[in-house]
């Protein structure tokens, strides 16, 4: 069911300069060339009834309701399935038609289950709207006849309920799991009157190949598939449209709401990112933000050790302020900082940093893209000018070789991935090179790697230079492009250091591991092969030389002319939802908004002016500088807004001690999460359903996140910072984000034209939006770079510093899965957890012979920080001396076993590389253990507060 | 680190203080720079990057590590780069404390 706010047109729209003028029911009509009739008469507010079609999906052709008789034309063609024509002349009601309508339904209902009243679709069944439609009033066929009517529901997914006996099979939910998700895992089996709906080989839905991004449950036009939200709680009343807060695809849902309490997420057919699609964790998985392990009032402690006490929030804000005062007034001012959010809004994240900044007088703040894509931020704006990718989603759309590099977007961006396997699927070519096999790899029937170069972890330069090579010593650069675009002497440089025969992948080969014949392919195919578009992750950022790679595929783009046009492009995958927009708000110990270095004089003179302060002109602490610090005594007090660093960063046992080393540590968040067991003041936070502001993902789009109901501790996360801004002594008086908005435009040259209302008028917003580009810009670097020229960087291959041996000769590589989200904080609190209640460790099968380790085994893996215990999964979809896991766990200890090598230029951590060993074992790591028992110490504390929760 | 041993201790060992800590970013950020033609440029790139993104504080700190430990554990560029902004520092006006 779609949205209960939205009208289908019951085709998709076609984008066609040519207009077409015809006739329908003698309302005259334009609309674009290859518009099928049936959206033409809605457009027309002309209803023609129908079943199997709905906007989402190409037109089928089969529920024979649509039907219309066009002059000229012999028959009665399906309108859904004819395409407008100049002058045609269109009838959609005519007593032949209704009769034949009246037919087709009596069939349908003569094997349906009467059952209106209860059903979940009551009220929004299509099936129950065209019997009104067409007038059923009687089925001559009777009930008594061969039917379904008694096939068994399957309830398997915790998510929705699959009831065959209402199926009419209309093929929607086949097409949608084919057309808009591209996992294929539903067929319609057998023939005639046998035919069924079956999920993969005839097996529950929570077997088979679905990835419940529920695309089926959308396009279901009847209760055949349903939510079961729908089914307990029935209907929502109101819709409110706003913005998911987990990937970095940023999907625009509406909220259906009845009351305060969310009925269901449905992908919103205008949401600009994801065109009415989702996956798992945006549609269903946000239970979460009503978990019983909620906290919803203040608390504070003098340590670690005592239990929480739950207190007012004046007396909460009143302790951390004088303990912030106390502590800068003991060790000095640079003595405390915070930490910004990539999930909480652009708004939330710039007041904190201004807090920082104005508030305790340095520039210690820094944000979690600190370990993830922060290399993306010095490599672009170092080569091509601006922080951020160059392209919009829909641009894969016109990619003709698409160049995969460290990301595994069915995983970690599932509604982008699923837009990239269409174009795919249309014929573009694909190179992957990861050290996995991931599923774009090969996924039939249509997507297949013309090239998987499989290199080694850590290599990445070392691949990036040999494509160079290829493409420099074989004639293929785009001498047209560099000429015009980019700076001349630094690409000669390049052009030289790429040219060296030690660059070649002949050479590199003993680096990489890759084939030189498949990398000489893949740099052909990628620089001759038409639009090539570069698309890359934390596969490429989270290395000794993430940024290095990134300029690398920067110098690939220019080289190749691939660079300011839509289907070309480098675009980073960004990681958490506002990852970008944090890094764009000024989150950085360097920068002000729009990546302006502190050291500005004009830059920062504008910000004093503005917050009535002066400011730093030297940079701040990074993050694991501020661990440094710490463990050195000079770093005693932090502000933690919606990260944990205590999971998330990298050497556990290195963070860990430095969390313990300060004074004061204050932790704004929905859960006792593994940091605030570190932590002196709790301070609940708001979901992102409970607050306004906006978030903006991967392609610079800036898109509105809205209130559906109050927040569940009182105060929306950036009245929380205000409070505590007002209380250490630097006012904040906003009333509204929007304000906080208008204050960012007014400072940041790239969002002067953004502000709530220009959002709401346009529906997003994708940065840079100014008076030269007032509707914002989809593509960058058009006819020049945001520098000017563009500039190519040498990028030689240094190794890391992390080395296999003898005694820990496998490389560990860490990553995500589709079901859980970054540290688990929120997926871990939904039935997410049925598809992976644990991290695992995958090993190549020769490896795991090696060692005696078979599938599900406990494994011991150890590295030079530290060892923990995963169970075993035996696959080869690592290679031979690689294993990989996942981080969703707080137990599993994934970063006990990383180590605090980082990017040279960042200082983003190198998690993609570590060295390790694997032994079969009987029994948990002593960090393990001793991580239970603090876990479960610091839980008993927060029980013996009798702190309020949601679920109480 | 190429050996086999464990990592120092987790809580500020000797192995692990920030001062050595700030010798590995620096050797870190001289081994991206060395890749320049010009070794000037190379000196320059470092210290820029150095001044660009440290704070007061690390840069204090790992002057300080160069002049009473010379060039303990740096390599020559980064440690070259470091002795430039040692001269830098003192030939500027000093700024108010903090």
Redesign the interface.
């Known amino acids: 069911m779609l949205s209960i706010v939205e009208k289908d047109l019951g085709t998709p729209k076609r984008e066609n300069t040519e207009l077409v003028t015809l006739s329908i029911d003698g309302r005259e009509v334009t609309v674009p060339a290859g518009t099928s009739v049936m959206r033409a008469a809605a457009l027309s507010d002309v209803k023609i009834p129908k079943l199997c079609a709905t906007e989402l999906l190409d037109a089928f052709g089969s529920c024979r309701l649509c039907l219309v008789q066009i002059e000229g034309m012999k028959g009665l063609p399906a309108s859904c399935t004819t395409p407008v024509a100049p002058g045609m002349k269109v009838t959609t009601q005519t007593k032949q038609l209704a009769d034949i309508r009246r037919g087709v339904m009596e069939l349908y209902i003569s094997d349906h289950p009467l059952d209106c009243l209860t059903c979940p679709a009551n009220g929004h069944c299509e099936l129950q709207d065209m019997a009104g439609v067409v007038g059923l009033r009687e089925v001559r066929y009777g009930y008594e006849g061969a039917n379904h009517l008694t096939a068994e529901k399957d309830t398997s997914n915790p998510y929705f309920t699959f009831d065959a006996s209402k199926c009419i099979v209309c093929s929607r939910c086949v097409r949608a799991c084919d057309e808009q998700q591209g996992t294929l895992a539903l067929t319609i089996q057998n023939r005639g009157f046998d035919s069924t709906v079956s999920a993969s080989q005839n097996v529950p839905f929570m077997d088979s190949e679905c990835v419940s991004c529920g695309a089926c449950v959308q396009a279901c036009p009847t209760a055949t598939l349903s939510e079961n939200t729908l089914i307990e709680k029935g209907q929502a009343e109101h819709s409110v449209t706003t913005t998911c807060a987990y990937c970095g695809v940023g999907c625009s849902f509406r909220a259906e709401m009845k009351g305060e309490e969310v009925m269901r997420m449905v992908p919103n057919m205008d949401g600009h990112a994801n065109h009415g699609h989702s996956c798992v964790k945006g549609r269903f998985a946000i239970g979460y933000a009503t978990h019983a392990d909620r906290i919803v009032k203040p608390m504070i402690r003098a340590t670690i050790s005592d239990p929480w006490r739950e207190v007012s929030w004046e007396e909460a804000i009143g302790h951390a302020a004088s303990e912030l005062k106390r502590i800068q007034a003991k060790y000095g001012r640079d003595s405390i900082g915070g930490i910004t959010s990539s999930r909480c809004t652009n708004e939330e994240t710039y007041i904190v940093q201004k807090l920082v900044r104005a508030g305790f007088g340095n520039n210690n703040v820094d944000t979690c893209a600190r370990v993830c894509h922060s290399p993306t931020g010095y490599g672009l704006k170092n080569t091509i000018g601006e922080s951020a990718g160059t392209q919009n989603f829909d641009s894969v759309m016109k990619a003709d070789v698409i160049l995969i590099i460290g990301a595994n977007p069915t995983d970690a961006h599932p509604v982008f991935a699923s837009q990239m396997k269409r174009r795919l699927r249309q014929g573009a070519k694909l190179i992957v090179a990861d050290p996995r096999s991931i599923d774009l790899v090969r996924t039939p029937p249509r997507i297949a790697a013309e090239q998987h170069l499989k290199l080694r972890p850590g290599t990445n330069v070392a691949l990036l230079n040999s494509l160079a090579h290829v493409i420099v010593t074989e004639g293929l650069v785009n001498e047209d492009f560099v000429r015009a675009r980019c700076e001349a002497p630094a690409f000669e440089r390049w052009r030289a250091f790429a040219a060296q025969e030690n660059n070649s992948p002949e050479a590199m080969q003993a680096i990489t591991g890759v084939p030189a014949a498949d990398v000489r392919a893949a740099a052909r195919l990628y620089a001759t092969g038409g639009n090539g578009a570069i698309y890359y992750g934390l596969g490429v950022t989270e290395h000794s030389q993430g940024s290095t790679a990134v300029m690398g595929i920067a110098n690939l783009a220019m080289a190749t002319g691939n660079l300011g046009r839509e289907g070309v492009g480098v675009s980073p995958l960004r990681g958490q939802n506002n990852v970008q927009g944090s890094c764009d708000m000024g989150s950085f110990p360097h920068e002000f908004t729009g990546y302006r270095h502190v050291a500005d004089d004009a830059v920062r003179q504008t910000f004093e002016n503005d917050w009535g302060v002066t400011l730093r002109s030297d940079p701040g602490l990074r993050i694991p500088n501020m661990f440094e610090a710490a463990l050195d005594g000079e770093f005693k007090a932090l502000y933690i807004e919606g990260e944990d660093i205590a999971q998330s960063d990298p050497d556990t046992q290195h963070v860990t001690a430095a969390l313990r080393s300060m004074e004061c540590i204050i932790v704004q968040d929905l859960f006792l999460n593994e940091s605030a067991k570190f932590a002196h003041v709790f301070l609940p936070g708001s979901s992102f359903l409970e607050k306004d502001g906006t978030f903006t993902n991967a392609e610079r789009r800036v898109s509105r996140v809205r209130k559906v109901m109050q927040p569940k501790a009182g105060y929306a996360d950036w009245e929380i910072t205000q409070l505590l801004s007002n209380a250490i002594g630097f006012p904040m008086h906003y009333s509204h984000p929007s304000e906080i908005m208008d204050e960012i435009a007014r400072l940041t040259p790239t969002f002067s034209g953004v502000s709530f209302a220009r959002i709401d008028e346009l529906g997003s917003i994708q940065w840079p939006c100014n008076a030269e580009h007032p509707e914002g810009t989809p593509t960058m670097h058009v006819g020049e770079f945001v520098r000017g020229k563009g500039k190519f960087l040498v990028t030689e291959y240094v190794p890391s510093a992390e080395k296999v041996t003898a005694r820990f000769p496998l490389i560990l590589t860490t990553g995500r899965i589709l079901s859980q989200y970054n540290v688990g904080a929120q997926t871990r609190r939904t039935d997410n957890s049925r598809w992976h209640p644990e991290d695992l460790l995958e090993i190549h099968p020769h490896d795991a012979d090696e060692r005696g380790i078979a599938e599900g085994d406990w494994v011991g893996i150890a590295s030079r920080a530290g060892d923990t215990v995963l169970r075993a999964r035996v696959t080869d979809r690592v290679q031979p001396g690689v294993v990989y896991t996942t981080f969703h766990f707080p137990d599993s200890g994934a970063n006990v076993i990383t180590t605090d090598n980082s990017d040279w230029a960042t200082n983003c951590p190198e998690y993609k590389v570590t060295a390790v060993q694997a032994t079969r074992v009987s029994q948990p790591s002593e960090w393990q253990k001793r991580f239970r028992e603090f876990s479960d110490t610091q839980e008993s504390l927060l029980k013996h507060a009798d702190v309020m929760y949601v679920g109480k | 680190?190429?050996?086999?041993?464990?990592?120092s201790a987790?809580?500020?060992g000797a192995g692990?203080?920030?001062s050595a800590?700030l010798v590995k970013?620096a050797n870190?950020?001289g081994?991206?720079f060395?890749?320049?033609?010009k070794r000037e440029d190379a000196i320059a790139g470092i210290a820029n990057?150095i001044v660009?993104?440290?704070?007061?504080?690390?840069r204090e700190k790992i002057t300080a590590h160069v002049q009473q430990e010379g060039d303990a554990g740096l390599n020559e560029l980064p440690r070259e780069a470091l002795r430039r902004l040692i001269v830098q520092q003192a030939a500027a006006p000093q700024s108010p404390a903090?």
């Not at chain 2, 680190?1 to 990592?7: H, L, Q, T, V």
């Not at chain 2, 060395?34 to 033609?37: G, I, K, M, V, W």
């Not at chain 2, 660009?52 to 690390?58: D, E, F, G, N, V």
Request: charged residues 30%; aromatic residues 10%.
């Open positions: 680190m190429n050996s086999d041993a464990p990592r987790p809580h500020g692990h203080g920030s800590q970013m870190d950020i081994d991206y060395r890749a320049e033609p990057h660009k993104y440290w704070t007061k504080r690390m903090h």
